[in-house]
């Protein structure tokens, strides 16, 4: 998506240690009309699915989700990230390995809040390894739910976690730019 | 405002020890499009407040400020809980204490995203002692900025943290549902 790219290319930061920062319009100011426009670009591409219900990771994912949301004019839910090993039974769980802090911890879905009934979108901003993608899709295969599919904001293809998840899950997942390559001093180069 | 209050009549809990649940539209699931009603009586309320930024903390606080900011079209910043205690100098910084998780933790918000050409609407879901309201106007006050108001989406009224901040701070404080009383017997009675 050219608008996108274009925004990344213009405001987004890389840092050594393969970080791209977008944290002026996307992960701690959120620049609402713009995402939008983002999530009318995934009401397009899912509209057709039957989704009624956007499940997201807490915390960046919840705006994202919230805004998509009201052009699918659906409920959202956000997996909350827990640090307790106890495991209540009211809840769906499962393990994410944070490449970014370097260490597990688990998300948790109250029941009460997803069910065999549901047609899951799930959305998030970053696809990198796949990990916490791939914890969602658990979480909504423990409910019996259906995964629709994923929208991802920015996928780090060259990292292959998109198309392993789309090999080995099935999974449709449509991210709106797609890295190619980056580093601090070659810059970014889209797929 | 009414339609909030039979909403928390008809889907909120009360469980012992002062808990309001109101997981089912706000905080775990959200209900988007109730949220953004929600929004749309805060833009009536905040509408000639000149209001260029929306101020939240993570995690519930980011889907509630960004269904409101779409009706003032400004971007949403959402201060970060925070586990160390290395203050860089690029943040302005407060703390919070916790009453649901007994606990004080630091808040953060890059002195990128805030500054004294502000004009700040602070949004979040609940207010009780007035904790996390306090750290953000701190957060506002750092960077110079104008606090014009804060719109609050529930108020435990019966403990005195909203008032105390209404006279300390002289600080203006929009709750669309106040509560006079709450527990598991009696169930909730508004102001």
Same mark, same amino acid.
């Given at each position: 998506?050219?608008?996108? =790219?274009?925004?990344?290319?213009?405001?987004?930061?890389?840092?050594?240690?393969?970080?791209?920062?977008?944290?002026?319009?996307?992960?701690?100011?959120?620049?609402?009309?713009?995402?939008s426009?983002?999530?009318?670009?995934f009401?397009?591409?899912y509209? $057709?699915?039957?989704?009624?219900?956007?499940?997201?990771?807490?915390?960046?994912?919840?705006?994202?989700?919230?805004?998509?949301?009201?052009?699918?004019?659906?409920?959202?839910?956000?997996?909350?990230?827990?640090?307790?090993?106890?495991?209540?039974?009211?809840?769906?769980?499962?393990?994410?390995?944070?490449?970014?802090?370097?260490?597990?911890? $688990?998300?948790?879905?109250?029941? =009460?809040?997803?069910?065999?009934?549901?047609?899951?979108?799930?959305?998030?901003?970053?696809? %990198?390894?796949?990990?916490?993608?791939?914890?969602?899709?658990?979480?909504? $295969?423990?409910?019996?739910?259906? %995964?629709?599919?994923?929208?991802?904001?920015?996928?780090k %293809?060259?990292?292959?976690?998109?198309?392993?998840?789309?090999?080995?899950?099935?999974?449709?997942?449509?991210?709106?730019?797609?890295?190619?390559?980056?580093?601090?001093?070659?810059?970014?180069?889209?797929?």
């Amino acid at each position: 998506m050219k608008l996108l =790219e274009d925004r990344i290319l213009r405001d987004g930061k890389i840092y050594e240690g393969d970080v791209l920062k977008v944290d002026s319009f996307v992960n701690h100011k959120i620049d609402v009309g713009f995402i939008s426009e983002l999530g009318r670009e995934f009401y397009r591409l899912y509209k $057709d699915c039957g989704v009624n219900k956007i499940l997201t990771i807490e915390a960046s994912g919840i705006g994202i989700a919230c805004l998509v949301a009201m052009h699918f004019d659906v409920p959202v839910v956000f997996a909350k990230k827990s640090k307790s090993s106890n495991v209540s039974p009211d809840v769906y769980t499962s393990k994410v390995e944070s490449y970014t802090h370097g260490k597990t911890y $688990d998300i948790i879905v109250s029941k =009460e809040h997803l069910d065999s009934n549901d047609r899951v979108l799930i959305i998030d901003d970053f696809l %990198a390894k796949g990990n916490a993608l791939r914890a969602l899709k658990e979480v909504v $295969d423990q409910a019996g739910a259906c %995964a629709v599919g994923a929208g991802i904001i920015i996928e780090k %293809a060259y990292q292959s976690g998109g198309d392993k998840l789309r090999k080995e899950l099935g999974l449709r997942i449509e991210s709106l730019a797609k890295i190619a390559s980056m580093s601090v001093e070659g810059g970014i180069e889209f797929c």
